[in-house]
């Protein structure tokens, strides 16, 4: 008998989709992601599988984007670096899977004492942040909470969000940083945030697809929540719904902000 919120995927609804070489890049990226998710969390897939998942999703959005700037040798290069972090004190867009693979992560990579001092970090972030719209969020500059000697300390597991942005002028960074309503948008390289992005509307729509949680999550709140349930993973899979208190939508987050979520639904 299924579990509550989940589909089998034998039920997973078709649809009426064009043809993939019909369809712009990024949609490509998403239609293929989509498929993908249904195919590998439709198996009843192990943590393992599904952590292998997560990281393959990102290491393909790379991959693209490096195709793509083969064709385009004159575009700029981008001017992040190692311990530039003007961004990481934005409020960050991520999918259930994501902030799931981030926080086992944590569990496998740290100490019981230093899981239990960035938890604390995580928690004392979001008790500040959370009835925060996304511009407040921006102009109280606090950083993230996985934020070490202006390193994040998940890179290797980062939120496609933050893989995805990027600029070509650090300048431009510190200026929004200083003052996020005055600045204009960033010059960046757009293929790197659209390929990034595509990928996770591609794995959210799997997951909706499949009766899993999908929502747009803020990553602070749910990584909270991740790290404070033992079996999230599990519980995720089975169609339960764990991150209501993180979702984006039911946020006070202002309409015409800017956040680190430029292009979080492809058009």
């Not at 249904?38 to 997560?54: A, D, K, Y």
């Not at 004190?89 to 259930?96: L, T």
């Not at 950083?143 to 002028?169: E, S, Y």
Request: net charge negative; hydrophobic share 40%; charged share 20%.
């Amino acid at each position: 008998m299924p579990q509550r919120g989940r589909v089998p995927p034998d039920r997973v609804a078709a649809r009426t989709l064009p043809q993939t070489r019909d369809l712009p890049w990024n949609l490509q990226i998403v239609q293929a992601e989509r498929q993908t998710t249904i195919t590998t969390l439709g198996q009843q897939p192990t943590t393992t599988q599904v952590i292998e998942f997560i990281d393959h999703a990102r290491s393909e959005a790379a991959q693209i984007v490096n195709r793509m700037l083969a064709h385009y040798p004159n575009v700029p290069p981008i001017a992040c670096r190692a311990g530039c972090a003007w961004y990481c004190s934005k409020s960050i867009a991520v999918s259930p899977p994501e902030v799931l693979r981030i926080a086992a992560y944590l569990r496998e990579t740290l100490s019981s004492a230093d899981l239990a001092t960035v938890r604390g970090h995580i928690a004392d972030l979001d008790d500040q942040t959370r009835a925060m719209s996304s511009m407040e969020r921006a102009y109280a500059r606090l950083p993230c909470a996985l934020l070490v000697d202006q390193r994040c300390m998940v890179h290797a597991v980062r939120p496609l969000t933050c893989a995805g942005w990027n600029a070509v002028d650090v300048n431009e960074c510190k200026a929004d940083w200083l003052n996020p309503e005055a600045s204009d948008a960033l010059a960046s390289n757009i293929v790197q945030i659209e390929a990034f992005q595509a990928m996770r509307l591609g794995m959210d729509l799997g997951s909706e697809a499949l009766g899993l949680e999908h929502d747009t999550l803020e990553l602070t709140t749910a990584l909270r929540i991740a790290l404070d349930t033992p079996d999230a993973m599990e519980r995720w899979l089975r169609g339960e719904r764990l991150f209501a208190a993180a979702h984006w939508d039911d946020r006070q987050h202002q309409r015409n902000d800017k956040t680190a979520t430029a292009g979080s639904r492809c058009s």
